[in-house]
């Protein structure tokens, strides 16, 4: 406190003429707090604490030699003032006194008396709290602190503020009611925490007293009754590290809420077995539902025989404790850690599009192997015929003359590739079967001497006797193992529902291949490769192999 200058006092006459004197008592050793009522625009509120008004107003002190004394404008002091109330924590006997708050903006002043009286003084022998501590969704009540002390005396009701707000029963809060001047909660919430002040009007000898009281609330949750939890590391951590570098560990713990009880967390260096206490820090948990915190413990200098060593962070409150472990690790050689994951990468990465390129390309590759590598099945078997064909003849008067029959695919175009181009022997029934013999025989003679049988399908083939030739082959097949069937899917048809057993279980399992109509020269490239790796193991005579084993029986 300081006293006035010349300024301050005129301001301060000039104030005095226009004046209100209020007077409140208070038991000392308690929280208390005076609003200037001369800024307070709500009436439902006693107190503001926004710093808006700090520039607004001033607060004096009139001495028992009755000088003015000016507070001043410091909020670690006591008496100390923020926003428009001067707030007293605690309130002491020599408080007692008349102050002074002024609006500087309109020079407006009111004087507030304080008489501050000892629990003695008051004959207040009952012992009362000013903090109190609900527990979250249980029930309580919040009494005004001292009012029993006056209860020989004349009172009104009680009045009640929340953080400065006054209180009352409405919608917005149910299970809150106001009875017997006490604020009773249903239902406790962390809304509830607040500082609530209880204001009642007291009369002693025909003067008129305020009173008021403060509770500070805070609504907690119940003690857990968990043990913390480390959350990081979780069980034992490895950590890549190099030697000579600083290093730092985290430890990330949740705490349970325990209100009269601190919770420890402590570093230990375990090496064979012993534990080397290095840092311990405690730790107060308030949040309802617990709190998480995070304590580091710091190497300067990585050593080598820290690559020896587990660090332990150990958390612990009064039911149990959980603990966390880190182990270090030396780093491997960054460039040959990457140079061997490359390696390995671009090795998968080879075998991954090898293995696509080969999937795609398979028959290719058969072909090829047959080709050079493999061993020609042709020799020695006694066989005549690479492959017997089978097809049907079409039903002129139907068929589309512009378009490729299967007739002619049979007769034309399987010879000049597989023939003329790869050196395969086919047998055609109006080619190499002569007339004139039993037509059933001669065609299961000739599938007996094929080592494949071709069926080009199509709706003729399925509805018409040609059908009797897949039977035949079928039947000839299951005698000789080495005869095998090829069936190339000319053009789509439904199979009849007469067809028998054999056939229709053969039509399911045998490879089939399917042709398509178009006049592009690729259309079928692959078709043919196919219709190869389909057929027997043969070598491909080149074209003057097989031009000079022709030319040489016409000179003989």
């Given at each position: 406190m300081f006293f006035l200058n010349c300024t301050d006092m005129f301001v301060f006459s000039e104030c005095q003429r226009k004046h209100a004197v209020v007077r409140y008592r208070a038991i000392s050793d308690q929280m208390f707090v005076l609003p200037c009522g001369v800024l307070l625009e709500d009436p439902t509120s006693i107190f503001n604490?926004?710093?808006?008004?700090?520039?607004?107003?001033?607060w004096f002190r009139q001495s028992s030699d009755g000088k003015i004394q000016k507070l001043p404008n410091h909020k670690t002091v006591n008496p100390a003032y923020c926003g428009n109330v001067l707030w007293f924590n605690p309130i002491r006997v020599q408080d007692s006194g008349t102050y002074t708050c002024m609006n500087r903006e309109k020079t407006l002043?009111?004087?507030?008396?304080?008489?501050?009286?000892t629990k003695e003084t008051a004959n207040c022998s009952i012992n009362f709290r000013s903090d109190l501590r609900l527990i979250v969704e249980n029930g309580g009540s919040i009494a005004c602190p001292g009012k029993s002390c006056y209860s020989h005396f004349q009172t009104l009701p009680?009045?009640?503020?929340?953080?400065?707000?006054?209180?009352?029963?409405?919608?917005?809060?149910?299970?809150?009611?106001?009875?017997?001047?006490?604020?009773?909660?249903?239902?406790?919430y962390n809304q509830d925490s607040a500082i609530y002040t209880c204001d009642y009007t007291l009369m002693d000898n025909n003067t008129r007293?305020?009173?008021?009281?403060?509770?500070?609330?805070?609504?907690?949750s119940k003690d857990s009754d968990n043990p913390p939890v480390v959350l990081d590391p979780v069980g034992e951590k490895n950590l890549e590290v190099d030697l000579g570098q600083t290093l730092e560990l985290k430890c990330q713990v949740k705490f349970g809420?325990?209100?009269?009880?601190?919770?420890?967390?402590?570093?230990?260096?375990?090496?064979?077995?012993?534990?080397?206490?290095?840092?311990?820090?405690r730790f107060f948990p308030n949040k309802l539902g617990g709190e998480t915190f995070i304590d580091n413990f710091r190497l300067e200098e990585v050593t080598e025989q820290d690559l020896y060593t587990i660090f332990v962070c150990l958390a612990q409150n009064s039911i149990g404790k959980s603990v966390g472990k880190f182990k270090l690790k030396r780093r491997r050689n960054?460039?040959?850690?990457?140079l061997t994951l490359c390696c390995a990468i671009t090795t998968l990465l080879g075998l991954f599009v090898g293995s696509i390129l080969a999937?795609?390309?398979?028959?290719?590759?058969?072909?090829?192997?047959?080709?050079?590598?493999?061993?020609?099945?042709?020799?020695?078997?006694n066989k005549e015929f690479d492959a017997f064909v089978s097809y049907a003849k079409p039903d002129f008067l139907e068929s589309d003359q512009t378009l490729l029959n299967e007739e002619q695919f049979a007769v034309e175009v399987l010879p000049q590739i597989l023939e003329n181009r790869y050196g395969y022997k086919l047998c055609l029934t109006e080619r190499d079967i002569l007339p004139g013999g039993a037509y059933t025989d001669d065609i299961v003679n000739a599938i007996r001497r094929s080592?494949?049988?071709?069926?080009?399908?199509?709706?003729?083939?399925?509805?018409g006797p040609a059908m009797f030739e897949l039977e035949a082959a079928v039947k000839t097949a299951l005698e000789d193992t080495t005869i095998k069937l090829i069936l190339i899917e000319f053009q789509f048809c439904q199979e009849p529902e007469s067809l028998p057993r054999k056939v229709k279980k053969a039509l399911k399992i045998l490879p089939r291949i399917t042709w398509k109509m178009s006049t592009s020269p690729t259309a079928n490239k692959h078709f043919w490769k196919k219709l190869r790796f389909h057929m027997p193991v043969k070598r491909i005579k080149t074209a003057e192999e097989r031009s000079r084993q022709t030319f040489l029986p016409s000179v003989a």
């Open positions: 604490h926004s710093c808006h008004y700090d520039s607004w107003v001033e002043c009111i004087d507030i008396f304080i008489n501050v009286q009680v009045k009640w503020y929340k953080n400065g707000k006054r209180v009352k029963s409405q919608k917005t809060r149910p299970g809150l009611t106001l009875e017997h001047d006490m604020i009773s909660l249903q239902s406790a007293w305020n009173m008021r009281s403060i509770v500070k609330v805070n609504v907690t809420f325990q209100s009269n009880a601190s919770s420890l967390l402590w570093w230990y260096r375990q090496t064979n077995q012993k534990n080397e206490l290095v840092q311990e820090k960054t460039v040959l850690y990457l999937y795609q390309h398979w028959i290719e590759i058969v072909l090829l192997y047959r080709n050079y590598l493999a061993k020609d099945e042709t020799v020695g078997d080592r494949r049988t071709v069926v080009i399908l199509s709706p003729n083939y399925v509805n």
